[in-house]
């Protein structure tokens, strides 16, 4: 059965992003402490306990208003960089969202696509700058080659997220050109880049939520 990313869908990934990234707040942050300002954790929790109860209060009626108010909920309440990289993400997210209530799984990739587009955008950030995008890449690639290959989107979400928790990992040995993290130079070597870490959570929870198995 081809599972459609739906409203629902969609909602529940982002109420369990909240609950991972609470949990992994201290992790993010320690990871951050390393080579940041030790405040991603902290910033993820603030960011997402806040859309948890934007969803609570206005729920969204359609995939873009949705999109919409995730993005400017994270620009509003998440300091720093990764505050307004996430935003850009969802925001972006949104614009590229032409359908009301579900995508495809093809539609799902584009729409994804084009809000890792805007954080390239906004951020410059190649692949191997120790980035969230060392995370996004390898998703969207494995995403993309999974979907061409005729996988469904659980298993192509599945796929991307071990894409993802892989380029994270591989972030470790890097030195950072981008962000606060490229101020420690050589130092920044031997710690993996707090944003590649959150994003992995973000798309695991999302192949966890399309498989049913979270939430
Ligand atoms: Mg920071």
Redesign the pocket.
Same mark, same amino acid.
């Given at each position: 059965m081809a599972v459609a990313v739906t409203l629902d869908l969609l909602e529940r990934w982002i109420r369990e992003s909240a609950v991972r990234l609470d949990a992994a707040a201290d992790e993010l942050t320690a990871l =951050?402490s390393a080579i940041? =300002?030790? =405040?991603?954790g902290t910033?993820m929790r603030r960011g997402f306990t806040a859309i948890v109860s934007k969803l609570d209060t206005a729920p969204p009626a359609s995939l873009p208003e949705f999109f919409k108010t995730v993005g400017m909920t994270l620009v509003s309440k998440v300091g720093?960089a990764?505050g307004s990289l996430y935003g850009t993400l969802f925001l972006d997210m949104g614009r590229a969202c032409a359908e009301p209530t579900e995508l495809t799984a093809a539609q799902w990739r584009d729409v994804l696509t084009a809000g890792v587009s805007g954080v390239v955008s906004r951020g410059h950030a190649e692949p191997g700058d120790k980035t969230m995008i060392d995370a996004f890449t390898p998703a969207l690639d494995a995403l993309g080659r999974a979907l061409d290959g005729g996988e469904s989107l659980v298993a192509a979400a599945a796929a991307a997220a071990d894409a993802a928790e892989r380029g994270s990992a591989d972030t470790e040995p890097l030195i950072a050109r981008k962000g606060?993290a490229s101020y420690l130079g050589e130092r920044s070597a031997g710690h993996v880049d707090?944003g590649s870490a959150s994003t992995a959570i973000l798309l695991r929870t999302f192949a966890d939520v399309a498989a049913g198995t979270a939430a």
């Open positions: =951050d940041g =300002d030790a =405040d991603h910033n720093g990764s606060r707090p």
